[in-house]
């Protein structure tokens, strides 16, 4: 069909990424293929193409595929790069800019990328600076658009990923929220859901540029998805 939208997906099998597919299923019109170091199972009803590669042929993929757009929802955290700050940079800055860069090299003219609440390159904290050095090197990457998510705190399951924190945090998340109120609502918690669907909303608009979009904004492009 001369119609169907491509997307190329990188971190499939984290939160973000599998309520990517878990949305994507019964879209007749959306060729979603994923693209990972490891098998992972396929939510059911799920109809897609995985490919299985080490990173540095994930450009060769994406040159075969020649998808319209990426989303990419890599990242780690803290414990699993084992508390080495090289380790976390190796995924959450040098494998999303390195993917992103490959991307554009196969033409891909869109990107989607899911950072954090408070990226700031100039932060004190290591985990925010991370996120805000990639923000700002990826807007020097060349697409033509490009999206940047900063969702609060992620709700939803997690496979093979427990975090102690977190589950603590979205026990009283319904209480925490209410008290985030003005400027502080962009910390509130927001479905791993939402967060998807506002992706694969942003990864089909048209206008030119780059776009921040804190918890308000994915919330809005996600009522935008059903309808796509």
């Given at each position: 069909?001369?119609?169907?939208?491509?997307?190329?997906?990188?971190?499939?099998?984290?939160?973000v990424?599998?309520?990517?597919?878990?949305?994507?299923?019964?879209?007749?019109?959306?060729?979603?293929?994923?693209?990972?170091?490891?098998?992972?199972?396929?939510?059911?009803?799920?109809?897609?193409?995985?490919?299985?590669?080490?990173?540095?042929?994930?450009?060769?993929?994406?040159?075969?595929?020649?998808?319209?757009?990426?989303?990419?929802?890599?990242?780690?955290?803290?414990?699993?790069?084992?508390k080495d700050?090289a380790?976390?940079?190796?995924?959450?800055?040098y494998?999303?800019?390195?993917?992103?860069?490959?991307?554009?090299?196969?033409?891909?003219?869109?990107?989607?990328?899911?950072?954090?609440v408070?990226?700031?390159?100039?932060?004190?904290?290591?985990y925010?600076?991370?996120?805000?050095?990639?923000?700002?090197?990826?807007?020097?990457?060349?697409f033509?658009?490009?999206?940047?998510?900063?969702?609060g705190?992620?709700?939803?399951?997690?496979?093979?990923?427990?975090?102690?924190?977190?589950?603590?945090?979205?026990?009283?998340?319904?209480?925490?929220?209410?008290m985030?109120?003005?400027?502080?609502?962009?910390?509130?918690?927001i479905?791993?859901?939402?967060?998807?669907?506002?992706?694969?909303?942003?990864a089909?608009?048209?206008?030119?540029?780059?776009?921040?979009?804190?918890?308000?904004?994915?919330?809005?492009?996600?009522r935008?998805?059903?309808?796509?």
């Amino acid at each position: 069909m001369s119609d169907v939208f491509r997307i190329a997906l990188v971190g499939a099998t984290g939160l973000v990424g599998r309520e990517v597919i878990k949305a994507c299923i019964g879209k007749d019109r959306i060729r979603l293929v994923g693209i990972a170091r490891r098998e992972t199972a396929l939510p059911a009803g799920a109809r897609m193409e995985m490919f299985v590669a080490e990173p540095d042929k994930w450009g060769e993929v994406l040159e075969a595929v020649k998808p319209d757009a990426l989303i990419c929802a890599l990242g780690t955290t803290w414990k699993r790069a084992g508390k080495d700050e090289a380790a976390f940079r190796a995924v959450d800055q040098y494998l999303v800019l390195d993917t992103a860069r490959a991307a554009l090299a196969a033409g891909v003219t869109r990107m989607v990328t899911v950072s954090s609440v408070n990226a700031d390159p100039n932060a004190k904290l290591f985990y925010p600076r991370v996120k805000g050095e990639t923000e700002q090197q990826l807007s020097k990457v060349g697409f033509k658009r490009l999206d940047i998510l900063q969702p609060g705190l992620l709700m939803g399951s997690r496979q093979d990923d427990a975090r102690l924190g977190e589950g603590l945090a979205k026990i009283i998340s319904p209480i925490s929220d209410l008290m985030l109120q003005g400027a502080l609502r962009k910390f509130r918690s927001i479905e791993g859901r939402t967060v998807a669907e506002g992706a694969l909303a942003l990864a089909s608009r048209k206008a030119a540029g780059r776009f921040t979009h804190d918890n308000d904004m994915i919330r809005r492009a996600a009522r935008e998805w059903p309808k796509a």
